[in-house]
Each structure stands twice: as structure tokens, then as C-alpha cells.
């Protein structure tokens, strides 16, 4: 076991410099870089947005683009200037390089807007993005394990067709399109006003006394964390079903049941460890898609200033150390997840061995 981790954490090195290589050269080819929007801002602004080009703070560059048809007009010296305020002064490899050996040792350098650093946004926004993800994944696995087994246990009866026909509905329907029905009619639009309408607190939140405080905070997230899992349901939910059908049908349960097991026995003491190994391996995707990708729209709606929102900004601004520090950072935790996700299946079936089947 001990040699397969170290295999696998000797992987995530070129796995993380193939998608960092990917992306530099995607974003290389996009037009519109923070040089050029720097430009139009000058070239709209005037004075403000000389200032600004003047006294912005240097940071390392990850990729961009040069001067374009917005730098008619701009003296080549302030061009210049600007280029090496960004450092895009330097050839494209030389800056991937760069970029390379800071994000070795964590240091993701300084918005190109923002004047904070990278690593000060993403701790920043972080605990609005986990609360959400971490709610999420836990009302998720909560409802949608029981609601599998049951399911697979009365397979064919009235319940589980109307609970599939439930969960099929609810999967149909867009997160962001569920947001905005539960603001229309719990946050203040058409019918009730029952909870906020946006952020994670209220503004008084810091005079509240401690038991008022976890009550704000549930109620803040009460309509954030409903539109983010009602989508998450049905697959989970599906997959524990279909997991568990496929193991009552295999003979060892058979010949648990000609023992004289009970049922619960049965079901809990031998199906569910081999059941669950198909939703372990689901649990990385599920906490790397619930924490950074599928709570983008949600925190939008919500005004949420989490990561999702950050990274589109930052897309949006072309703020490359921003985009690449934390495409660096998700995927370095979705790979550390992987493995997380693979270690933990070997702790639940310890006849799984993944070193016997890599040599073979």
C-alpha cells in the first residue's frame, strides 16, 4: 500500500504541469488580455486609468497577451511600461517557468486587480464556499444512501416509483433555475419573506449572541444550500440503489439468508461495506464539483462572495494569477481526493489491493 501512494503522489507532479501547460496555452490564444483591457480603460479614462497603470503593484505574470489594435494611440514607452508591469516583457515559456516554480512553493504572486494576493482571496473567500460544499455533501449522503437502500430493498413497489419519479424531476431542474423559483417565493418576491435574499450573515451578526449566530447562519444558508443539492440527489441516490441490487442478487447473500440471518443483518453486517465501495469512489467528484464548480451560479444568485464567484471574476477580468492559482489549487485537491477516495477503499475492503494490480 505504501509503495502505491508514493507511485500516485509522484503522478500528481506531471498531472498538475499537463493541466497547468493546457490551460497557459488555451489562455494564450484568448484575446484580451490585462495589458489590452488596461489600454481601453486608459484610452476611456484617461487620467484615473494612467494613475492606476502608474501606481499598480507588480506581479508575476502567468500568460497574456501583448499590445493589439487597443494600443493605437499609447506612446511604445508607457506600452512597455505596462508589458513589464505585468511581466508579459518576458517569452511565453520563460513566464510558464516562472509560474511553475512559484506555485511549487505556494506563492500564486498578486491580483492584477484587486491589489491583495492570491493566496490572501482564495483563504478569503474559502469558508463561504466549504460551508456551502460541506452542507451541501452532507444533506446529499445523508438523504440519498437511506433513500438508495430503501429504494433497492422495496425495488418495484409504489414507493420507489414515486421516489424515482421525485428525484428525476428534481435532477431536470438547473440549480440556478431552483434558486431563483425559492427566491420568488420564500425570499420576498411574489409570495412569502421568509429568509435573506443574499449573504452568508446578517450585518449584525458580530453583536448577536452565540446561539443567535449558528440560527442566522443556518437561516442564511437554508435557500443556498436547498438549490445546490437538488440536483444531487438523483445520482447518488440511483447509484446506491443500483449498487445494492447488484449485491443482494450475488450468492454469498444467499447463503446468508439460508443461515438464518436476519434481514438487517443481512443487509447492514455484509451488503453495505461492498454496496458502498461504487459511492465511495464518487465522493471526490461529488465534494470538488459541490465545492468549486457547481456553486458558481448559486453564489452568484445569492450574492455569496465565495470561490466560485472569484474565479468568475477573475476569468471575466482576465486576472491570470487569480485563474491559474486557483485551477492550480482544485486541481491539486481533486487529485489528493483521488487518492484519499482510493485509500479509503481499501479500508473498507481490504481484499482490494491496487499494488497487485498495477504489476499485473
Do not use: C
Not at 414507493?159 to 431552483?178: N, Q
Not at 491559474?324 to 487529485?335: A, D, K
Amino acid at each position: 500500500m505504501g509503495i502505491y501512494i508514493l507511485r500516485r503522489l509522484a503522478l500528481i507532479v506531471p498531472t498538475l504541469v499537463g493541466i497547468m501547460l493546457l490551460n497557459f496555452v488555451i489562455v494564450q490564444a484568448a484575446p484580451g488580455g490585462p495589458v489590452e483591457q488596461l489600454i481601453a480603460q486608459m484610452e476611456g479614462h484617461g487620467d484615473s486609468a494612467l494613475a492606476r497603470a502608474s501606481g499598480g503593484g507588480g506581479s508575476e505574470v502567468t500568460t497574456g497577451s501583448g499590445g493589439s489594435r487597443a494600443s493605437r494611440g499609447i506612446p511604445d514607452e508607457l506600452l512597455q511600461e505596462i508589458r513589464v508591469m505585468y511581466g508579459f516583457d518576458k517569452p511565453a515559456h520563460e513566464r510558464f517557468l516562472k509560474m511553475l516554480a512559484d506555485y511549487a512553493t505556494f506563492n500564486f504572486g498578486d491580483s492584477f486587480f484587486r491589489d491583495r494576493s492570491v493566496i490572501e482571496l482564495i483563504l478569503d473567500k474559502m469558508p463561504v464556499s466549504i460551508s456551502l460544499g460541506l452542507w451541501s455533501t452532507l444533506i446529499i449522503y445523508l438523504v440519498s444512501i437511506p433513500l438508495g437502500i430503501r429504494k433497492a430493498v422495496t425495488d418495484g413497489s409504489r414507493f420507489d416509483v414515486w421516489t424515482s419519479s421525485a428525484i428525476v424531476v428534481g435532477y431536470a431542474i438547473p440549480g440556478f433555475l431552483f434558486a431563483i423559483l425559492l427566491i420568488v417565493l420564500f425570499a420576498g418576491g411574489n409570495y412569502f419573506d421568509w429568509f435573506p435574499l443574499r449573504g452568508l450573515t446578517s450585518p449584525n451578526f458580530d453583536e448577536l449572541p452565540w446561539y443567535q449566530k449558528i440560527t442566522d447562519y443556518f437561516w442564511h444558508l437554508a435557500l443556498p444550500v436547498t438549490a445546490n443539492v437538488i440536483g444531487g440527489f438523483a445520482t447518488l441516490t440511483l447509484l446506491t440503489k443500483n449498487s445494492f441490487l447488484d449485491e443482494i442478487s450475488k450468492q454469498y447473500v444467499v447463503t446468508a439468508r439460508a443461515k438464518g440471518l436476519d434481514e438487517r443483518r443481512v443487509l447492514y453486517g455484509h451488503v453495505f461495506r461492498n454496496a458502498m465501495l461504487i459511492v465511495i469512489a464518487s465522493l471526490p467528484g461529488v465534494l470538488v464539483s459541490l465545492f468549486f464548480t457547481g456553486s458558481l451560479l448559486i453564489e452568484v444568485i445569492f450574492s455569496l462572495d465565495g470561490l466560485g464567484l472569484l474565479g468568475f471574476e477573475a476569468a471575466l477580468n482576465r486576472d491570470y494569477p487569480v485563474i491559474f492559482g486557483t485551477l492550480y489549487i482544485f486541481t491539486l485537491m481533486g487529485l489528493v481526493l483521488k487518492l484519499i477516495s482510493d485509500i479509503t477503499y481499501m479500508l473498507v475492503d481490504p481484499r482490494i489491493d491496487f499494488e497487485s494490480r498495477e504489476g499485473a
